[in-house]
């Protein structure tokens, strides 16, 4: 099992910063990837930023440039993954989620589970 403790979010103008955290913990030695997706109102989950690795890293087209993802393991016992937003638009305004992809072999069969934050609330104000 893998824990997922989400921070930041919050009010900001257009063209402002925010931070968002994610801490995990648990069973965290399988984590093939930590992801931050969003949820506008009305609007279907989407992928904003997915971190494979140090050096492998995706972005939605629409945030490309604006935010960076990046990881962090502390002692192989918490990783955080925090996104950093800037030049933030009203579009961006949704509930974002931390994900935490787990992969695994349990005897001859592949394992593959998914974790969600919480959520946190952006509000981006025109």
């Known amino acids: 099992q893998v824990q997922l403790v989400e921070s930041g979010g919050g009010l900001v103008q257009a063209g402002g910063s925010l931070r968002l955290s994610c801490e995990a913990s648990?069973?965290?030695?399988?984590?093939?990837?930590m992801n931050w997706y969003r949820q506008a109102p009305g609007k279907q989950r989407e992928l904003v930023a997915k971190?494979?690795?140090?050096?492998?890293?995706?972005?939605?087209d629409s945030v490309k440039g604006r935010f960076t993802i990046s990881t962090i393991s502390r002692d192989n016992a918490k990783n955080t993954v925090s996104l950093q937003m800037n030049s933030l638009k009203p579009e961006d305004t949704a509930v974002y989620y931390c994900?935490?992809?787990?992969?695994?072999?349990?005897?001859?069969?592949?394992?593959?589970?998914?974790?969600w934050g919480q959520g946190t609330q952006v509000v981006v104000s025109s």
């Open positions: 648990g069973t965290i030695f399988s984590i093939t990837s």
């Open positions: 994900n935490v992809h787990r992969s695994y072999l349990e005897g001859s069969r592949v394992r593959n589970e998914d974790y």
């Open positions: 971190s494979y690795s140090s050096r492998s890293r995706v972005y939605a």
